[in-house]
């Protein structure tokens, strides 16, 4: 199964743009990128995802390789409430959502 | 508008013990999982359910059951808690098994075995 590397903590301040990155160099052509955020006591919750084109939404940006073996989400202007664990997933088959480690992003005032 | 409800939201068992969890969807969704989170870790999949009337595992089945109760509903049974399944369980819906739509999950239930 493909897997995600993603670094498991980053910093940011209030206001600026944060780019998390996510390497997966094991992708199958069929994959997704997914993203979710899991706020501190709450379930996990959908950003975004894509296949091959950028995309974006009211939350955030995706960023993906033309060769797709690593993505960014982009957080065009962060906030406190963005402080979160971010999770890059692969939907390896059509019934796996399957979680890495995520990344802790840590946002300063 | 609910989403997915999980009930309870904490649960203190003592070994040996048997609970259901429940979930609960009322998004019309055909898809329905099961997660446990560890602290510090990501969510590891137990079960799935891709429509009413079936079930599949996951990654950590062991130790579990569950009953896909009909479209709405999604249960995860412990028949013997073990300290080792001390974690925090969360269910999840998707409107289909497909790789491009997404995952709702519950708020969690936070489930202590001594």
């Known amino acids: 199964d493909a897997k995600t590397t993603q670094p498991n903590s980053m910093e940011s301040n209030e206001e600026e743009p944060v780019h998390l990155p996510c390497n997966h160099s094991?992708?199958?052509?069929?994959?997704?990128i997914h993203w979710y955020r899991q706020l501190p006591s709450q379930g996990p919750e959908y950003v975004i995802h894509?296949?091959?084109s950028n995309v974006n939404n009211r939350m955030a940006s995706l960023a993906i390789a033309e060769d797709r073996k690593s993505s960014t989400l982009i957080l065009h202007r962060a906030t406190l409430r963005d402080a979160a664990v971010y999770y890059c997933?692969?939907?390896?088959?059509?019934?796996?959502?399957?979680f890495g480690q995520g990344t802790r992003l840590t946002i300063n005032p | 508008n609910a989403g997915v409800t999980q009930t309870p939201k904490f649960q203190v068992l003592k070994t040996g013990q048997s609970m259901t969890l429940q979930c609960a969807q009322d998004?019309?969704?055909?898809?329905m999982y099961w997660y446990r989170q560890d602290p510090g870790m990501g969510l590891r999949l137990i079960y799935y359910?891709?429509?009413?009337?079936?079930?599949d595992k996951g990654e950590v089945p062991n130790g579990y059951n569950v009953s896909r109760l009909n479209k709405r509903e999604f249960s995860l049974r412990l028949e013997s808690a073990a300290p080792s399944q001390t974690s925090v369980y969360f269910c999840?819906?998707?409107?289909?098994?497909?790789?491009?739509?997404?995952?709702?999950f519950g708020q969690g239930t936070r489930l202590t075995v001594v």
């Open positions: 999840a819906s998707k409107r289909e098994v497909l790789r491009n739509t997404e995952a709702f």
């Open positions: 997933i692969l939907t390896m088959g059509a019934q796996k959502l399957v």
């Open positions: 894509g296949l091959t």
């Open positions: 359910s891709a429509s009413e009337g079936t079930t």
């Open positions: 094991t992708i199958s052509g069929t994959d997704y």
């Open positions: 998004m019309n969704h055909n898809s």
